[in-house]
């Protein structure tokens, strides 16, 4: 299993239940689609299994580690190793190549800069964009930037990629390619659990799983 939910509740503040109770369980090489209203609990789910947030009681086990019994320095390390994250906003730096955007995803791994280029364009091949190297942020659509940031995300090749609204600022055109790029990463093997609002989106994925007021339905 490489996401394990039991029981998971989050309160915030001592008064907001965000999660009233969560169970779920995902088996590596899935592609799956977390979906629900605004407000429904959606973020907060992302953060559990992301170990961006711990929960306020139940267990949240990602690849076997059991997020409660790790240090924030450990957390950090699992997050470097096992996950990758993709959000709405493409959070490109500005002024910097497609490469770099790209080979900064693996500064965590103390590689040189060579090599993290090398993984760079590789990924950046990956997603299409062998062709964009050398092409700024403000120099590319806005699909192709968010291909940048999903090809940033797997750089390190996580076995797990964490997408929260990825196509939220997209036309449906680009969103389309930046979705096709997703399922070609779960054929080649990362489990990919995808975050949307979007019905659409979400019956696109083998499964999917509802939630309502912090409950899975
Ligand atoms: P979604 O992503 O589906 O919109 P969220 O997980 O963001 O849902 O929110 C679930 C509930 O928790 C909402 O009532 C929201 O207002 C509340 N909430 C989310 N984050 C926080 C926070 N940091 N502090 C207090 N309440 C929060
Ligand atoms: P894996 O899950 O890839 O088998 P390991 O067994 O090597 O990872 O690591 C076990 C735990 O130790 C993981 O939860 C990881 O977060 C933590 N860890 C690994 N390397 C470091 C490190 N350099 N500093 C702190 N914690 C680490």
Known sequence: MIIELREVTKVYNGQVQALRGVDLEVEPGELLAIVGPSGSGKSTMLHMIGTLDRPTSGTVRI?????????????????????????????????????????????????????????????????????RLDHKPNQMSGGEQQ???????????????????PTGNLDTASGAEVLKVLKDLNDAGTTIAIITHDNDIAEWCPRQVRMRDGRLT
Request: charged share 25%; no cysteine; aromatic share 4%.
């Open 63 to 131: 690849a076997g580690h059991d997020v409660a019994k790790l240090t924030d320095r450990q957390l950090s390390a699992l997050r470097a190793r096992h996950l990758g994250f993709v959000f709405q906003q493409f959070h490109l730096s500005p002024g910097v190549t497609a490469l770099d955007n790209v080979a900064d995803g693996m500064l965590y791994s103390g590689a040189p800069l060579r090599e993290r280029r090398r993984r760079a364009r590789k990924a950046l091949e990956r997603v299409g964009l062998g062709h």
């Open 147 to 165: 291909r940048v940031a999903v090809a940033r995300a797997v750089v390190g090749d996580p076995p797990l990629l964490l997408a929260d609204e």
